[in-house]
Structure formats: C-alpha cells, structure tokens
T-cell receptor
C-alpha cells in the first residue's frame, strides 16, 4: 500500500529540548516536503527536497532543519523548539516536484506537536 | 510570500444546495491543485489544473483555473453530507515551492 508514514503522531515537549519527527515514503518518490498547519493560515511549506542530498527552504524554514540522506526518508529536526512551533505538521511526497496533471502529492496523517 | 486567499472561510449549507469556493492570489502559478482534508487526516488531492481557463469536472465538483492563472474556483452541485470537510487550494511555482490557501471549512447539514 502506497503511504507516507510520520512518527510520532502526537508529541508534547518542553522549550529547548531537541526533537526529530520522522517521515518515510514507500513509493520511490523524488520530491518530499514538510508543512505546518495553523488555524487561519492554512498549510505553510517549511522545507522541501527534490531528491537525495538536495533540500531547499520553503516559506517558513526558521527554527527547523531537514536532511535527505536516503530517498525514502525526510526527517524534520527542531534543534531548540519554542512554543511558537506548536502546530500540526505534515510530511508529503510526490513522484516529481513539478506539478503535472498526474503528479499526486501524498500526505502523511500528521504530527501534532505541543511545545510547553 | 505568495498567499492564496480562499473565500468564504466557513460555509454551512443544507443538503442539496449548490456552493462555490474561491481561491485568489496576486501571483501567477504554474498549476493549481484542490485538496480536501478531514479531521485527523492529511489533505487528499481532488484535482490539478495546469492551463489558464481550464475547467475540470469530477462528478458533482467543477474546478476552474482563471485565464490569468492567478485564481481558481470550486463549485459543488447538490451538496451532500459526505462533502463536509476542509477544502484547500494550493499553487506551485516554477521553483517547485507549494503555497496553500487559507482553507474553506464546509459543513453540509442533512
């Protein structure tokens, strides 16, 4: 079954304690991306990756890091989380980065993060 | 920041009514997608439109991409309770970034 898997689904942490949210896809997709979703703001892109070892900043990259050492994995790292990073996070992948009519972006189920 | 504005933000209608959701921007996009998201889940793609003026139909849903590729609309005919959810538009740039709209929360009352 084609899927994007995020872990954990829920996370409560404290300010300054480093954390990693993992993301894995089993579709051999080149493009992977992280988003955060906040009420009234929609989804905002944090980082994206066109392929292994290629990552780029999205709209709101401050306070986040990513790596793409393998094609299937794209972890999101918060080195020193702060309360304003409390949000719902989604990982997504698609075959290519360019949006052609049949290039579907698949989303994970989300990670709800609370930073106290 | 290229922001996609959606309207209305909230919509509550009776089963059987028609509705239109709008997605507007001051920027031009390479293509535009519409998603539906249900509570506790990630967005699910409904359609992609790539050509200015393009119209696509998916059963009772009709999607249109503006001639100038800055705006789009989603029209639902004879809404059903199963259509309830958060509808999101998303535009892509030639630089492979995605920008999502602010979302329209639709409730269809039986």
């Amino acid at each position: 079954e084609a899927q994007v898997t995020q872990n954990p689904r829920y996370l409560i942490t404290v300010t300054g304690k480093k954390l990693t949210v993992t993301c894995s896809q089993n579709m051999n997709h080149e493009y992977m991306s992280w988003y955060r979703q906040d009420p009234g703001l929609g989804l905002r892109q944090i980082y994206y990756s066109m392929n292994v070892e290629v990552t780029d900043k999205g709209d709101v990259p401050e306070g986040y890091k990513v790596s793409r050492k393998e094609k299937r994995n794209f972890p999101l790292i918060l080195e020193s989380p702060s309360p304003n990073q409390t949000s719902l996070y989604f990982c997504a992948s698609s075959l290519r980065g360019r949006l052609f009519a049949k290039n579907i972006q698949y989303f994970g189920a989300g990670t709800r993060l609370s930073v106290l | 920041t290229q922001l996609l504005e959606q309207s209305p933000q909230f919509l509550s209608i009776q089963e059987g009514e028609n509705l239109t959701v709008y997605c507007n921007s001051s920027s031009v996009f390479s293509s535009l997608q519409w998603y539906r998201q249900e509570p506790g889940e990630g967005p699910v793609l409904l359609v992609t439109v790539v050509t200015g003026g393009e119209v696509k139909k998916l059963k009772r849903l009709t999607f249109q991409f503006g001639d100038a590729r800055k705006d789009s609309s989603l029209h639902i005919t004879a809404a059903q309770p199963g259509d309830t959810g958060l509808y999101l538009c998303a535009g892509s740039t030639p630089g492979n970034q995605f920008y999502f709209g602010t979302g329209t929360s639709l409730t269809v009352i039986p």
